[in-house]
């Protein structure tokens, strides 16, 4: 009985509790292909098929249904952004101003003031609950990022076009070697593990909804500490805009 007592004192620790979560955490980033693999039936594929989403996540679909009303409020605080050069995860894969972004939520509550600017955005992230990080992102012309990709894959990527040229005109984005364009008002689900980069030769800005999506995982302990990890970790990474 004491040692269980003992246990629970050691279990109740914040110090304990975050050496276990950092653990977890390590191991599903040093190993996460096989992690994902393992714990997810999402298919491990640069594009996730839509059918796919579409039944595991059908949440995602309130996007599509309402990107105009998203499209609108971002010319509300369109003024507002600023450019993403020198951000945390953005530092080495842009080398001038022209990728914009407003920040809407990372990995934690919208706060006030965002639920002040954006409504009735807020309104549908609020009802789409997989979905950790929100931006808008916007690609000025003559934008480029550079090849790279994500570290972890316990998210899924989406990008919902908003107000896009075509890839016929120079914007596109290169997923494993493939380019592909973006649609008004079409959701993209995709895997940032692997190799991507972006450029807009057009004339026009390309602007969509950046959102990070929680892969979806079979129940189970496992599944939820690594799940739970990994937004903890990702949370110390939240900024501003």
């Not at 039936?41 to 996007?63: G, M």
């Not at 990080?133 to 994500?150: D, E, N, Q, R, Y």
Request: glycine letters at 6%; hydrophobic letters at 35%.
């Amino acid at each position: 009985m004491e040692f269980y007592g003992f246990l629970s004192r050691i279990w109740n620790t914040k110090l304990f509790k975050l050496i276990l979560l950092l653990y977890v955490y390590y191991f599903s980033y040093t190993y996460h292909k096989d992690v994902t693999i393992y714990l997810s039936d999402a298919p491990v594929t640069p594009i996730i098929p839509r059918d796919y989403w579409l039944n595991s996540i059908p949440e995602l679909e309130l996007l599509e249904k309402n990107w105009k009303v998203i499209l609108n409020e971002y010319k509300s605080i369109q003024k507002l952004t600023t450019s993403i050069k020198g951000d945390l995860c953005f530092k080495t894969i842009i080398k001038d101003d022209k990728w914009k972004k407003f920040y809407i939520k990372w990995y934690s509550d919208i706060k006030p003031n965002i639920r002040k600017q954006l409504p009735q955005t807020c309104k549908i992230l609020d009802m789409c609950p997989s979905i950790q990080l929100a931006m808008f992102s916007i690609m000025t012309p003559g934008s480029v990022v550079t090849p790279h990709k994500g570290p972890y894959n316990g998210a899924l990527r989406g990008h919902l076009g908003l107000q896009c040229p075509s890839k016929s005109d120079g914007c596109a984005i290169k997923i494993n070697g493939c380019e592909y364009g973006w649609n008004n008002g079409k959701l993209i689900v995709w895997d940032d593990t692997f190799t991507h980069s972006v450029k807009n030769d057009s004339q026009s800005d390309r602007v969509i909804l950046f959102v990070d999506i929680s892969r979806p995982l079979k129940p189970g302990l496992l599944s939820t500490c690594v799940k739970k990890c990994g937004h903890f970790v990702a949370s110390f990474t939240k900024r501003d805009n």
